[in-house]
């Protein structure tokens, strides 16, 4: 069974960084978008960033408007992993944040949407 395990959440102070990772457990056929979402307490899930898998030229980028110029979003293929590069770090990105992915598990499955457990990401002085 597929999963997505996040890593490298915690605490932080304003101004600091953090780089969360999220990889596929298992040997897969191909993901197609990935991306990042957050839900701080007493709000909804919002997209924070996601990247198309963009084959030879490179993935196709979205970033909530919170996030531009701060956070970057990168992707390595061959691992099926996503990173969020988080920098500029703020009180209000103070969220759990999930991975999410779209995969094909084989040659002959259709897209299935995904989601990671979660990680905690803390801002505060």
């Known amino acids: 069974q597929v999963q997505l395990v996040e890593s490298g959440g915690g605490l932080v102070q304003p101004g600091g960084s953090l780089r969360l990772s999220c990889a596929a457990s298992?040997?897969?056929?191909?993901?197609?978008?990935m991306g990042w979402y957050r839900q701080a307490p007493g709000k909804q899930r919002e997209l924070v960033a996601d990247?198309?898998?963009?084959?030879?030229?490179?993935?196709?980028?979205v970033y909530a408007d919170s996030v531009k110029g701060r956070f970057t979003i990168t992707r390595d293929n061959a691992q099926n992993t996503v990173y969020l590069q988080m920098n500029s770090l703020k009180l209000e990105d103070t969220a759990v944040y999930f991975c999410?992915?779209?995969?094909?598990?084989?040659?002959?499955?259709?897209?299935?949407?995904?989601w990671g457990q979660g990680t905690q990401v803390t801002v505060s002085s």
């Open positions: 999410n992915a779209d995969i094909r598990v084989g040659l002959f499955s259709n897209y299935d949407n995904y």
């Open positions: 298992v040997r897969i056929f191909h993901i197609n978008t």
């Open positions: 990247i198309t898998s963009g084959g030879t030229s490179g993935g196709i980028t």
